[in-house]
């Protein structure tokens, strides 16, 4: 009888432990996260003296909340409180620096996620923000003289879409003196252009006074350090944190250059043409491919004509547009500047096009599509068209007023590990192909499909000592075939412990990549990527798929094997 009162006791207890522990698990998962913390100090570089006033942001990483922001104090201290629980950016500026991200290698590296468990208090954070540098000099004419006014920039050159360009850097003007200095350079190699838009005709007076031949035109075009006028032969001035580098010197010498000249055309309506913009652009793949031969332009909207002056030889898209009773114009067509004038041009506003279209969604759990945009860009890089719509909440949207030209299609906002499935207009392949507008118009939808069986990829990244690699680069690119098809490309930076996130991935073949440093968007350039090809990951993405992979990281290299 005692031993079936003890089993029928312990029984009892057993119970009672389980249905408190099934309690406690219910409470604790009831609970609301707790708060995080964020304390460190900023320090700079190459010292231990503290830099007050540095501004510290931190940002949500898959979010578009508005940022906390906080200033240190005398001790170049901060802290940050009340942080939910989540993955973040933490990023440092402050004024004679360079900005510094949370686990940045170098100045123009990514920055490493941070992420914040339930309750963490992350203290001792230390930021060591390096001085900035500067480029200094002075731009003179072919005479010796001073270039007041000239504008010198300093550029850095990236892969934009497989191509690589120089994009915008610091700028200075030059003074009296046509003394110059740029400042809050971070460490790099710079590409330095000076430009004065001066006409020089007049200084070249006719040698035959009854000559009726005009004398050709002279100015100054943008020059390159340290003296060519094609940027591929420009010499970098490389710069280190604090540096000054002086006597990055200009002599600018005046060219031959010409003039563009044309009509202007209103095929839209009678009223009389205004608020008119015109300006030339080089295509891509010319020289001078920063240079914008707008500033010389002279636009008669009552004779509808226009000239440009100044223009160096060179392949430009001439570019125009119209605002007209809240409707814009457009225009683009190519011109080819050698050696001569260019007259007889035309410029043609006419009536734009209407596309309307519907986003179809596959296994939409229920949410709105009102947060997504379509976006149409020029299929040629050169040509600046841009068009866009916002999308109603059963997907219907329509584009209005497109200009004539090829496009390439764009999402933004698209909803949580969705991807863009396909896209057709009559019939035809647009997303994986340009879609024309022509002035002929449009009789069919453009059919957005967006399915929400996107795949996912998650894991960690190791460096060769098998330790966490908790800044490495991680990018998924498709395989061979589809490399020129950006959209599909996906990136992440490993947090502290080493471990990266992708998601809305479409089904494919794919190659997984890992960089301990590397500049954005290099593994775009096929020269750079051939010798690490065999080291990527195969991955093959299915529907709904989801991935765990380990990956070794690399150290980027440049095609000559150099580090």
Partial sequence: MRLVFVILLASVLSSTVLAQDSSSRAQAKAQPPKKCSLAGRV?????????????????????????????????????????????????VSRSGFVDQQYGQRSAHSLGAVLTLASGQNMQDLVFRLLPAAVIAGRVVDEDGEAVMGAHVQALLTRMVRGQRVLYGGREA???????????????????????????????APRKNPESRVAPPDQGYVPTYYPGSIDPAQASPVEVKAGDVVAGVDFILVPTRVFRVRGRIINAV??????????????????????????????????????????????????????ENDSKRCESHQPVDVANVDVDGLSIVFAPGVDLAGKIITEGNPGGSLSDVSIRLSGANDSTPIFASAVVKSDGAFMISNLSEGAYRLNLWNTPRDSYLKSARLGGEDVLNNSLTISRGGVSSLLEIVISFAAGQVQGSVLTGESLPSND???????????????????????????????????????????????????????????PFEEKGRSVHIEENGRQTVELTSIAAKKPDGNP
């Fill in 43 to 91: 320090l700079k570089a190459g010292t231990d003296e503290p830099l007050k006033k540095a501004q510290v942001t931190l940002q949500k990483a898959d979010s578009q909340e508005a940022p906390v922001t906080v200033v240190t104090d005398a001790g170049g201290q901060f802290s940050i409180e009340n942080v939910d629980p989540g993955r973040y950016f933490l990023s």
């Fill in 173 to 203: 003007v030059t003074n009296d003196l046509g003394e110059y200095r740029i400042f809050g350079l971070g460490p790099g190699r710079y590409v330095v252009s000076a430009f004065n838009s001066m006409m020089l005709s007049a200084s």
């Fill in 269 to 322: 309506d009678s009223e009389p043409l205004s608020h008119i913009g015109v300006w030339l652009t080089p295509r891509r793949g010319g020289s001078g491919n920063i240079y914008m031969a707008g500033d010389r332009v002279s636009i008669d909207s009552r004779a509808g004509t226009f000239e440009f002056r100044n223009v160096p030889t060179g392949a430009y898209e001439l570019n125009a547009d119209w």
């Fill in 472 to 530: 490495a680069t991680v990018v998924l690119m498709p395989d061979s075939p589809k490399r020129d098809q950006f959209r599909l490309y996906r990136l992440a930076t490993t947090d502290q412990l080493g471990r990266f996130f992708l998601r809305g991935i479409a089904p494919g073949d794919y190659k997984l990549f890992a960089w301990e440093d590397v500049e954005v968007n290099a593994w775009q350039d096929p020269d750079f990527l051939k």
